[in-house]
């Protein structure tokens, strides 16, 4: 079975604050990442997902 | 009248916050308009458009928040911008903890949470891939709300999903529920014994409500993206989710939620139903599906819900078009009483899986009778949070309905839970007050009609956003399924027969 349905969900969050402040109401462990687009916009995104690892 | 901007150079913040922002702002004395946005070219357009451009908002990069304010007086529009250093702060539902900045990588997030199993994704969509890719080959499971995602990427992420054996949620997913904990705008439902596969966020939605309210629960909602069904996807995490919930203990029937699949995809999906040793009931809206399917198909979500639960508890179960007739006939005469101008049907829906079941059942009954738009489609929503976070585009439309004379009959939907708008019925039912008026000042009535998705246990409370619909003249029937039929009976009386039985 894939692991996940039978843990504990442990979030991390990046993007919507709104996400991880009701994640935390619901009492689920979240971290929330204070994400910002990447300087240079989309096509360094892009650039970076070819790049990454 | 006086404008006033600031531009905060590299700041971002998120639709939902700015959106907040932007509200708290034309809450305040004198203000007339307020914007709150990152300075990309389509949001300049915008503040033109309100007339909130400035000779400072003018240079504004996409890295950039503009804040830009008009008001009656230049001190009301000052004492608004001298505000905005504390309404930022105060509109912010994530603070770091004490002593501690909050990450600013998902690597550093991980080096906090280094158990961590899951990655919620809600960012632009044009970095939404990079941010995907990250948490994929880390090994997590991903929620992938962003929308706009280009397929040939959403196709890669779910490869490398497989690959890596985690779950790629989306792109576009609105709504998932994993091991009892909702994720995006999910109702809160009780946990149960009902697992579900969806390739629609708004239709997951109204069958988990629908099984709340007949009292069962549930396991798993393993959202997949509205086009993991298509040819070019293969359906590859619904064949996943599926595996998944087939082994899962807690798991004791499955529905599965979405369009028709894609004929190459049909073989696939009905090898990896037909593999379960446990009751599969598929809804895929529109589908026509041979009889040698396998599963027990349904053509609403409503029956969706009802079908599983019925087969779990082993009781008799046949699909009807309305749960309590009698009602029915009541809202019929009161709704007719009025004398629609006309029989042209208007859908303005927030859900686009909802709006696409309402025209599903209505082009039989009324043909081009009826119009759905989807208020949360890209086109509407290009700028600006979704309609079931921010109700006042839709808001907009339904007034603009009654001044037009463009129809006799209005259908909406109402989409409750987490992290949707904490009241969204009260905007609605003032903007179907005023468009009924509308509509009665030149000569003919506006029959407005709806749905609520939702539970007893949602933030918005249930019950009371019903009465507010109802108070403000809305007919509220029990399904989607069921609002559109009524709809279809409004303007099409010699449909009694067929959708209510002999008199």
């Not at chain 1, 009492?27 to 990454?52: E, F, Q, S």
């Amino acid at each position: 079975m894939v692991a996940v349905l039978d843990q504990p969900l442990r979030v991390v969050n990046v993007g919507l604050e709104l996400f991880a402040a009701e994640l935390t109401r619901a009492g689920v462990p979240v971290v929330h990442v204070d994400w910002r687009p990447p300087a240079g916009g989309p096509d360094v995104a892009a650039l970076l997902a070819r790049l990454d690892d | 009248m006086p404008v006033r901007a600031v531009v905060r150079r590299s700041y971002y913040r998120d639709s939902m916050v700015l959106m907040r922002v932007a509200e708290a702002l034309r809450a305040r004395p004198g203000v007339r308009e307020a914007a709150a946005l990152m300075g990309t070219p389509a949001n300049h357009e915008l503040l033109a458009a309100a007339g909130l451009a400035a000779d400072e908002t003018k240079d504004a990069a996409p890295g950039d928040l503009v804040i830009a304010v008009s008001a009656d007086t230049t001190a009301a529009a000052d004492a608004a911008v001298g505000e905005v250093e504390r309404i930022l702060t105060e509109q912010r539902p994530m603070a770091a903890a004490p002593g501690r900045a909050l990450p600013r990588t998902l690597d550093s997030a991980l080096r906090q949470m280094p158990d961590a199993n899951l990655v919620a994704i809600s960012v632009p969509g044009e970095y939404a891939k990079l941010e995907a890719l990250r948490a994929l080959r880390r090994g997590l499971h991903v929620f992938l709300f962003s929308d706009n995602v280009p397929l040939d990427d959403e196709i890669e992420l779910k490869r490398l999903a497989v690959d890596k054996g985690v779950f790629c949620m989306g792109p576009d997913c609105g709504t998932a529920y994993v091991n009892g904990v909702g994720l995006g705008f999910a109702n809160v439902v009780p946990r149960g014994r009902i697992g579900c596969v969806a390739a629609s966020g708004t239709g997951l939605q109204a069958v988990v409500s629908r099984v709340a309210a007949l009292g069962e629960g549930i396991s798993h909602g393993i959202g997949v993206g509205g086009r993991d069904l298509s040819a070019e996807v293969g359906g590859v995490m619904t064949e996943m989710a599926l595996e998944a919930l087939a082994t899962d203990p807690a798991t004791e029937a499955i529905v599965v939620i979405g369009k028709p699949p894609a004929p190459s995809v049909v073989p696939k999906l009905e090898a990896a139903i037909g593999r379960i040793g446990k009751p599969v009931v598929v809804c895929c809206l529109g589908a026509r599906p041979a009889a040698s399917a396998p599963g027990r198909w349904v053509a609403t979500l409503e029956e969706a819900a009802e079908a599983t639960v019925a087969t779990l508890r082993a009781a008799a179960w046949t699909a009807r078009p309305f749960t309590d007739v009698a009602d029915v006939k009541t809202r019929l005469a009161r709704a007719r009483a009025q004398t629609p101008r006309g029989p042209a049907i208007l859908g303005l829906y927030t859900g686009g899986t909802l709006a696409h079941e309402a025209a599903l059942i209505l082009e039989p009954l009324v043909g081009k009778a009826a119009r759905l738009v989807d208020l949360g489609d890209d086109e509407f929503t290009r700028g600006r949070p979704h309609p079931m976070i921010d109700p006042e585009a839709r808001a907009g439309r339904v007034r603009e309905a009654g001044r037009s004379g463009e129809a006799g009959v209005l259908l909406v939907d109402l989409v409750l839970g987490r992290a949707v708008h904490p009241d969204p019925a009260t905007p609605l039912a003032a903007a179907v007050y005023d468009a009924r008026r509308a509509a009665g000042a030149a000569g003919g009535a506006l029959v407005a009609i709806a749905s609520v998705v939702g539970t007893d246990g949602d933030p918005q409370d249930l019950r009371r956003q019903i009465t507010t619909l109802e108070a403000a003249g809305v007919e509220v029937l029990p399904s989607n399924a069921q609002a559109a039929r009524f709809a279809a009976l409004v303007t099409r009386p010699d449909l009694e027969p067929m959708l209510l039985g002999a008199p």
